[in-house]
Nanobody
């Protein structure tokens, strides 16, 4: 599985961005997809995850109510709509994938994922 994240950029506080992550190589609908982020000097943080058929979603506490994860299995793409952005959201955002058989319960754990994209930088100015 190869993942290609895009959509990052510079935005002002309160603004919005939509990240995309395109997948290739395997049957996309068999994979749980996640978004994580990493700010300079900090550990990788869970942002959001979505199950293989979009029946479940899960969000990190810091983004609940502001971010929305979605997927289009026909386009092999997962999205992260980010609204009401804050300077604390500044980070490199990574998409990740793991096979559904590996379970949904640990969807917020980075090391449970097998495949990672290259990251896209989001900068929120104050």
């Amino acid at each position: 599985v190869q993942l290609q994240a895009s959509g990052g950029g510079l935005v002002q506080t309160g603004g919005s961005l939509r990240l995309s992550c395109a997948s290739s190589g395997r049957t996309f609908s068999n994979y749980i997809m996640g978004w994580f982020r990493q700010a300079p000097g900090k550990d990788r943080e869970f942002v959001a995850a979505i199950s293989w058929g979009a029946q479940y979603t899960y969000y990190g506490d810091s983004v609940k109510g502001r971010f929305t994860i979605s997927r289009d299995n026909a386009k092999n793409t997962v999205y992260l709509q980010m609204n009401f952005l804050k300077p604390d959201d500044t980070a490199v955002y990574y998409c990740a994938a793991k096979e559904r058989r590996k379970g949904w319960d640990n969807a917020g754990i980075p090391y449970s994922y097998d495949y990672w994209g290259q990251g896209t930088l989001v900068t929120v100015s104050s």
